[in-house]
């Protein structure tokens, strides 16, 4: 199995940016979908977006609006998470995960390995 490792995330002010990365072990990173979770206090864990497994595609949350790019380097197996006009509502701990799926999903159970969560908070 797969183990993850967050980081990157801290406080910033609102406008301000992050990049998150999600460093991955093992040599079998790249035949794996890597997706961007995350939840708020109270909240189920959401979708935030997905990327395939050669970078080709990806896919987004509605709320991202524009501003988050997720990338990888499978030659360091790590996917990144950069976020940009953060929003006092962007405030959540953000997980990756892993998708052995052959589409991009949105639903957190098509998601197998999952890292810690590195917590992001915006102020207003």
């Known amino acids: 199995q797969v183990q993850l490792v967050e980081s990157g995330g801290g406080l910033v002010q609102a406008g301000g940016s992050l990049r998150l990365s999600c460093a991955a072990s093992g040599r079998t990173f790249s035949t794996y979908i890597m997706g961007w979770f995350r939840q708020a206090p109270g909240k189920e864990r959401e979708f935030v977006a997905a990327?395939?497994?050669?970078?080709?595609?990806?896919a987004y949350a509605d709320f991202v609006k524009g501003r988050f790019t997720i990338s990888r380097d499978n030659a360091k197996n790590t996917v990144y998470l950069q976020m940009a006009s953060l929003e006092p509502e962007d405030t959540a701990v953000y997980y990756c995960?892993?998708?052995?799926?052959?589409?991009?999903?949105?639903?957190?159970?098509?998601?197998?390995?999952w890292g810690q969560g590195t917590q992001v908070t915006v102020s207003s």
């Open positions: 990327i395939s497994r050669t970078g080709e595609n990806t």
């Open positions: 995960a892993t998708s052995p799926t052959w589409v991009i999903m949105r639903r957190a159970n098509s998601y197998g390995s």
